[in-house]
């Protein structure tokens, strides 16, 4: 009688994914050692991790998590506003306070989250968003949820930022502003300008929101973020990446905090993170302050594969640290060059549309403190080789 119409759309997204090489599947992985890798039974190197410091299989992480499942079990059976704020949230997040230079820290069970569910709480129709246009999916989608006015700033562009500010604030003087933008950025690696940020904040009076999951463990005082002990409103980290375990956390001021407590809904209708996790992260906290020279090796090694790269030909595009994109453009291209690279050992994945533009594919390298230079010196290699093949 009816026309199959309840999942014909599952049916076409997938085939037009596959028609335009976008569609997407996940493979099987087991750490071995480093970033050593096996994926579907086949040793590599792993080029794609997020565990920057080498942290996810650090001893400490892994006893304080089992310490922790000691003490408090495995689950924290509800959400921190009923019964799951298990005093060790407390101990974390001063802990992560102290670190940052600010008032207070709130955690939360993962960094989509965390921006999803803060925006709304922090900006409706009322307020008007800037955004810079290459934010991570998880800004965009909390500026959906906002339902604000959403107006994007040229990425990484001050001086377009400044103009925005000046245009909204002539227009209205007592117009909610709120600035959201990473410090450094995931897809092209490239930092933003925390001072003037901070300075256009302060002359506009916009609300400034920064993401640091990328920085978070790597820059500034204590390696917690560029924006560590600055004037930033709110500067939310995650805790999956550099930390090596899970999870994420905002830095505050103690009225902001308050206020998030009773509005921000991914904090209230959540059952909080298990007591493991927040073991393997205060580990972390423990480590990360002092581990300067671990991020000295993978900034020389990051410029190291990054300067190879230039020198082969490759568009880095404006990658300064150590996320080092490949940008190839052509989603099948981009595609082969990956394939190739896990026939060799290698593994790089791919980006492609919808988390960048359509045409501007690319394979994100990560360096990680982890990585060996024969790694470095094996990946070069094998991009010498394909970039010959090539000729
Ligand atoms: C800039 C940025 N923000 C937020 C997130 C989400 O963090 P999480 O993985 O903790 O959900 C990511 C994840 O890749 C990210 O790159």
Same mark, same amino acid.
């Given at each position: 009688?009816?026309?199959?119409?309840?999942?014909?759309?599952?049916?076409?997204?997938?085939?037009?994914?596959?028609?335009?090489?976008?569609?997407?599947?996940?493979?099987?992985?087991?750490?071995?050692?480093?970033?050593?890798?096996? $994926?579907?039974?086949?040793?590599?190197?792993?080029?794609?991790?997020?565990?920057?410091?080498?942290?996810?299989? &650090?001893?400490?992480?892994?006893?304080?998590?089992?310490?922790?499942?000691?003490?408090?079990?495995?689950? =924290?059976?509800?959400?921190?506003?009923?019964?799951?704020?298990?005093?060790?949230?407390?101990?974390?997040?001063?802990?992560?306070?102290?670190?940052?230079?600010?008032?207070?820290?709130?955690?939360?069970?993962?960094?989509?989250?965390?921006?999803?569910?803060?925006?709304?709480?922090?900006?409706?129709?009322? !307020?008007?968003?800037?955004?810079?246009?290459?934010?991570?999916?998880?800004?965009?989608?909390?500026?959906?949820?906002?339902?604000?006015?959403?107006?994007?700033?040229?990425?990484?562009?001050?001086?377009?930022?400044? %103009?925005?500010?000046?245009?909204?604030?002539?227009?209205?003087?007592?117009?909610?502003?709120?600035?959201? /933008?990473?410090? $450094?950025? @995931?897809?092209?690696?490239?930092?933003?300008?925390?001072?003037?940020?901070?300075?256009?904040? %302060?002359?506009?009076?916009?609300?400034?929101?920064?993401?640091?999951?990328?920085? /978070?463990?790597?820059?500034?005082?204590?390696?917690?973020?560029?924006? @560590?002990?600055?004037?930033?409103?709110? /500067?939310?980290?995650?805790?999956?990446?550099?930390?090596?375990?899970?999870?994420?956390?905002?830095?505050?001021?103690? %009225?902001?905090?308050?206020?998030?407590?009773?509005?921000?809904?991914?904090?209230?209708? !959540? !059952?909080?993170?298990?007591?493991? $996790?927040?073991?393997?992260?205060?580990?972390?906290?423990?480590?990360?302050? @002092?581990?300067?020279?671990?991020?000295?090796?993978?900034?020389?090694?990051?410029? &190291?594969?990054?300067?190879?790269? &230039?020198?082969?030909?490759?568009?880095?595009? /404006?990658?300064?640290?150590?996320?080092?994109?490949?940008?190839?453009?052509?989603?099948?291209?981009?595609? =082969?060059?990956?394939?190739?690279?896990?026939?060799?050992? $290698?593994?790089?994945?791919?980006?492609?549309?919808?988390?960048?533009?359509?045409?501007?594919?690319?394979?994100?390298?990560?360096?990680?403190?982890? &990585?060996?230079?024969?790694?470095?010196?094996?990946?070069?290699?094998?991009?010498?080789?394909?970039?010959?093949?090539?000729?």
């Amino acid at each position: 009688m009816y026309d199959r119409i309840k999942r014909a759309f599952i049916r076409k997204g997938l085939e037009e994914r596959k028609a335009g090489s976008l569609l997407r599947s996940m493979k099987n992985i087991k750490p071995l050692t480093g970033m050593e890798v096996e $994926v579907d039974g086949k040793n590599m190197i792993n080029f794609s991790s997020n565990d920057y410091l080498g942290l996810s299989n &650090h001893p400490l992480l892994r006893e304080r998590a089992r310490e922790y499942i000691g003490r408090y079990g495995s689950g =924290s059976t509800a959400s921190r506003l009923v019964c799951g704020n298990y005093e060790c949230f407390d101990h974390v997040e001063k802990k992560i306070a102290e670190l940052s230079g600010r008032q207070s820290a709130l955690i939360f069970n993962s960094g989509f989250q965390a921006n999803a569910s803060l925006l709304p709480a922090l900006a409706g129709r009322e !307020t008007l968003i800037l955004s810079d246009r290459l934010n991570h999916n998880s800004l965009i989608q909390g500026c959906m949820l906002s339902r604000s006015p959403v107006e994007l700033i040229r990425h990484n562009d001050i001086g377009h930022l400044e %103009e925005l500010l000046r245009k909204n604030r002539e227009k209205d003087r007592k117009k909610r502003i709120m600035i959201v /933008t990473e410090s $450094v950025f @995931s897809m092209d690696g490239d930092q933003s300008d925390i001072d003037a940020l901070v300075r256009l904040s %302060e002359e506009y009076d916009a609300f400034l929101f920064i993401d640091e999951a990328h920085a /978070t463990g790597l820059f500034g005082r204590n390696g917690m973020g560029l924006t @560590s002990w600055r004037d930033v409103d709110i /500067t939310m980290g995650t805790l999956g990446k550099a930390a090596g375990s899970f999870g994420a956390y905002i830095t505050c001021d103690r %009225e902001i905090r308050d206020y998030l407590v009773n509005f921000c809904y991914g904090l209230i209708y !959540t !059952t909080a993170l298990p007591p493991a $996790v927040l073991g393997a992260i205060d580990a972390a906290m423990e480590l990360i302050p @002092s581990m300067d020279k671990e991020r000295e090796e993978m900034f020389r090694k990051a410029d &190291h594969l990054r300067k190879a790269l &230039h020198a082969l030909g490759f568009n880095t595009s /404006t990658s300064t640290t150590h996320i080092i994109p490949i940008v190839i453009g052509d989603e099948e291209k981009t595609m =082969s060059l990956s394939r190739w690279l896990e026939k060799n050992g $290698v593994l790089a994945v791919t980006f492609r549309y919808p988390s960048v533009a359509v045409g501007d594919s690319r394979i994100r390298l990560i360096v990680s403190a982890s &990585h060996k230079w024969e790694h470095i010196d094996l990946l070069i290699d094998l991009l010498r080789r394909w970039n010959e093949d090539k000729e």
